[in-house]
């Protein structure tokens, strides 16, 4: 059974930083591309980033770009998101997600298959 587990989340103050940690079981997460997403309450979910698992290449959302930065551990089978400079309107919870592809990097929700449960991140002073 594929299952995503987020964790890392909390309440910052903006400026603050937060690193978001992405596991998997049921399958290995350099075997597809992985994605984060983030839903900000009373607003369609979004895509932040993306890592390939293939060459590790990066996609991100402008609206993070520069401020976020999405890696990868092969041997611990985790994908982080860095989150820095973090703004109120980061606020949101945050998933990460299974690619269909191993060397796709999309922020695309149609590229992705399975999710995780979502872990809440909450920038507030």
């Known amino acids: 059974q594929v299952q995503l587990v987020e964790s890392g989340g909390g309440l910052v103050q903006p400026g603050g930083s937060l690193r978001l940690s992405c596991t998997a079981s049921?399958?290995?997460?350099?075997?597809?591309?992985t994605g984060w997403f983030r839903q900000a309450p009373g607003k369609e979910r979004e895509g932040v980033s993306s890592i390939s698992s293939s060459d590790g290449s990066t996609l991100y959302a402008d609206s993070v770009k520069g401020r976020f930065t999405i890696s990868r551990d092969n041997d611990k089978n985790m994908v982080f998101l860095q989150m820095n400079n973090l703004k109120p309107e980061d606020t949101a919870v945050y998933y990460c997600a299974r690619g269909l592809s191993s060397w796709y990097v999309s922020v695309d929700e149609e590229d992705f298959d399975s999710w995780g449960q979502g872990t809440q991140v909450t920038v507030s002073s």
């Open positions: 049921g399958f290995t997460l350099n075997s597809k591309t």
